[in-house]
T-cell receptor
């Protein structure tokens, strides 16, 4: 069964600190993996997208890594800001174009002053 | 730069009432999607439209109908609302066809069925 598991479920960090969110997946055959940021009351916004051949991709203070062999991805946030408080969702796409995207349940990040 | 626009943002329905959620995109995308998001669960696909004139069921289509009115607009209808349909509904669109290509989401419609 295609699944995406994220950890931790929630995380609280101090402003300025770094953090890493994890994503494990069993989607096969793998096509790409995306990280989305979802602010409270808003729709998800894409941060990064990685294909099978990409190991790392950055978007400002956000850096995503992908290990397709172990089927793991991580999202590292550097020098966190209060505005980073949001849910971060890992989404995996199978190679078949009409297979629904598989969404993780998200990690709820709270950055406090 | 509107992107994907959903209306209404909030709605309360009584069990058995009907309503239509509206969605429009201004990015000339071919494909559009309707998802629901429930607490503790990932987004789940209700219906999608790979191109104008076509619609297909997703993972959780029961109790819903859709209409791809034109390339810009994709509506979701609840014919007889049930409390189990209380959720946040997101419309999304993408350039390519197929359910694996979602790119841009709307800001959501929070629906409560009492």
């Amino acid at each position: 069964k295609n699944q995406v598991e994220q950890s931790p479920q929630s995380l609280i960090i101090l402003e300025g600190k770094n953090c890493t969110l994890q994503c494990n997946y069993t989607v096969s055959p793998f096509s790409n993996l995306r990280w989305y940021k979802q602010d409270t009351g808003r729709g998800p916004v894409s941060l990064t997208i990685m294909t099978f051949s990409e190991n790392t991709k950055s978007n400002g203070r956000y850096t995503a890594t992908l290990d397709a062999d172990t089927k793991q991805s991580s999202l590292h946030i550097t020098a966190s800001q209060l505005s980073d408080s949001a849910s971060y969702i890992c989404v995996v796409s199978a190679r078949s174009g009409n297979t629904p995207l598989v969404f993780g349940k998200g990690t709820r990040l709270s950055v406090i002053a | 730069n509107a992107g994907v626009t959903q209306t209404p943002k909030f709605q309360v329905l009584k069990t058995g009432q009907s309503m239509t959620l509206q969605c429009a995109q201004d990015m000339n995308h071919n494909s559009m999607y309707w998802y629901r998001q429930d607490p503790g669960m990932g987004l789940r696909l209700i219906y999608y439209s790979a191109s104008e004139g076509t619609t297909d069921k997703g993972e959780v289509p029961n109790g819903y109908n859709v209409s791809r009115l034109n390339k810009r607009e994709f509506s979701l209808r609840l014919e007889s609302a049930a409390p189990s349909q209380t959720s946040v509904y997101f419309c999304a669109s993408s350039e390519g066809s197929g359910t694996g290509r979602v790119g841009t989401f709307g800001s959501g419609t929070r629906l409560t069925v009492v």
